[in-house]
Structures are given as structure tokens and as C-alpha cells.
């Protein structure tokens, strides 16, 4: 379905270097080495996308940099706006890949949503997205960008970005599969010296992608996370997440238990729980939930229920909002602390499990 059109010939996404490959690449450039500070700022604390608007460079070198660079290779093909005040931005890579990034409003915090693959390798049942299957792995430069575009939007280009801002990698893909570009493009956007979004600001989550949370454990510097188990059983989880064949929920827990030694004071984690009715919100499930987490003295975590988002193609249907709360309570009452996630921009597929490239008619 998507085609893969080169339009642009291979020029340096300039938005994906860090700092060091940025000194390297104004150096080939045969440009003075401070040139590179000053772009770095003019990409990433100015957020621009266009080399002609950073009129502190040089004519010769924004000349230079539009023949061999470009700072632009996302294009928002659609945007739609969610009554809650949500945004869903429907984007395509300069090779015609469907990028979804969410931005949610809330009072003193907003949260961006990106992406971390165009499409998602794996086929959990209750999503949307895996119905793409992978189209690719986004480049460093191209989750960057998702998150450049939006606060461009949403505060106009060229000003600050806002402290409250935080991230999640929550949206379409798996990012613990693309674990390199993920990592890469977090430590672009934590320099003070450009969107100065740091890693206690940003959540990934992972559907448990075993190796990369024993990696991450030992990063110092690093996003919190989130693990999607969406069932306390094996048997369940395989049909509802197949990649539970690859690493199952001993195997999870196991680094999970792990992950939880590494946290820093007062930190804690998240598992995620799509509740879907009559598959996997009994009473009983949501004791066997508790009792898995106790089995495996996981104390520093919390649950957060997502009630499931329906679509025409999705054999589920939400649970029942009294069950919701049973689910929670049970939880509760065997010492795990549980949240339930507030859908956003369900009128616009913009909220969990619904990125699916899909256009709607209202888009503007
Ligand atoms: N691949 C990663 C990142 C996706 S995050 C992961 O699985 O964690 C998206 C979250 O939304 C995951 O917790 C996923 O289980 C959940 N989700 C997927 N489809 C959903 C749906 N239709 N309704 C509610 N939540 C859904």
C-alpha cells in the first residue's frame, strides 16, 4: 500500500546527529567548528526546519547546507483535532511512510505521543496498528522531528519549550526494536542546548522486548518505562500478545524484577493492562495479577488499566466501566497500586491501540 517513492535525493537528515556527528559533519563541510553550535540551537532551541530561516548562518553556508543537508523530511499530511482538545498529526517520511504522532493537552503538563516505527512487527490482537504490520524503523532525525513539529504548532515556531513537556513512547511500533534510534534521538532532545526534554520526562513503553530492559536497566541516564502484560497468564497473554512466545511472562518479570533494582529514589514503573471485556477483567484474573506481581517481590510498580479502544477490525469490546473499577479495587486490596488511563482523542484515533494511518473526514 505505501509505495516506496524516493523523493528527495540522500541528503544528511541534519535534525538526527548529535552533537559530536554534527562538529564531524560541519568540519567535512569545511565550515568553522563553532558553525555547529550555532546550528544545533537553530534546529533544536529554535526548531527550525528550513536553513534559510537561521539568517545568524552565513548565506554561503545555509547555501551549502541546502545542497547537502536538509532539516525537513517529515510532511503533516492531515491533522485532526479531538473535542478533549487532542491532536492527532497523520505525517509521511520523505519515502512515503505513515508516521502518527498524539499530542495531549492537560492542565499544567502536556504529553507528546511519538512513534517509533512507521507500521509495528508485532500482532498483538486488541491493536490497531499491528493490522499495518512493520513498514520500517524510523531514523533518530524522523522521532525528533515528530516532536519539533508538533510544539511548533501547538506554541509557533521559534519559542521556548515549554518546561511542563513530556514525552511518551506510546504510539505507533515497538520502540524496544528500533532500541538504537530510540536512545539516539532521547539524547538529542535532552540537550540543554536544544528541546532540554530530559529522561525523567519521558516514558517508553515496550511490549517486552526481554534483552533491551536488561540494557536499559543499566543506563544511567535513561526514560522510564512501561511493559505491556495485559494478562497474568501465558496461556492468555499468547494469544493476546504472540511476542509472550519469544519472552514469556516468567522471563518478563524476571527482568522486570531486574529493571526495579535499578530505579533511582522514589522512581517507580508501570505495567501496562488493556482491559478487554470478558477476556481478561474477571475478578479472579485481576487476583492472579496481584499475585504474580507479589510472587516475583515487585514492589515499585504500578498498574495502569487502559480500557480498551474498539474499532470495526478489532474482535474486543471495552470493559464494562463497573468492572473497571472492580478490577482496580481488587488490585488495591492485594497491595498493587493501579491507575486507570483516561482515553483521549478516541473520536479522532488518536488514542491507544488506534494509530493506524487511518484518515477521517473531518481532517483539516
Ligand atoms: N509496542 C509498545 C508501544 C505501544 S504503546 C507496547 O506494546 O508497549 C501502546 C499501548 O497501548 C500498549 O500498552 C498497548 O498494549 C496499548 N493498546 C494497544 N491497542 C490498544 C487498544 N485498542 N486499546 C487500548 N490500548 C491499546
Redesign the pocket.
Known sequence: MYAKIRTMSEKIHVTGLESSELFEFIEKAGEPKYRAKQLFKGLHERRLRAFDEMTDLPKAFRDNLNEIATASTLAVESKYISEDGTRRYLMNTSDGYPVETVYIPSTGRDTICFS?QSG?P?K?D????AKLGLLRNLTAGEIVEQIIIVLNDVYGVGTATPHGTNLV???????FMNFENLIKALGIMSSEEGLFIVPNRVTV???GIVPKIYEIAQLGNRPHL???L?APTDELRTKL?PINKRWNIDEVMKAARVFEKSLKRGERFTF?Y?LLGGVNDSDEQAVELAELLNRYGLRRVKINL??????EQ?D?HPSDPEQVARFKEILESNGVSAYVRQ?RGRDIYA????LAAKTVDSGS
Open positions: 517509533s509495528c508485532l498483538c486488541f491493536c490497531l496498528t513512547g506510546m504510539g505507533a511500533g515497538e520502540p513503553s515496550t511490549a512501561a511493559i505491556s495485559s500478545m501496562e488493556v487502559i480500557p480498551h479502544n474498539s474499532a478489532l474486543y482515553p488514542a491507544c491501540g488506534q
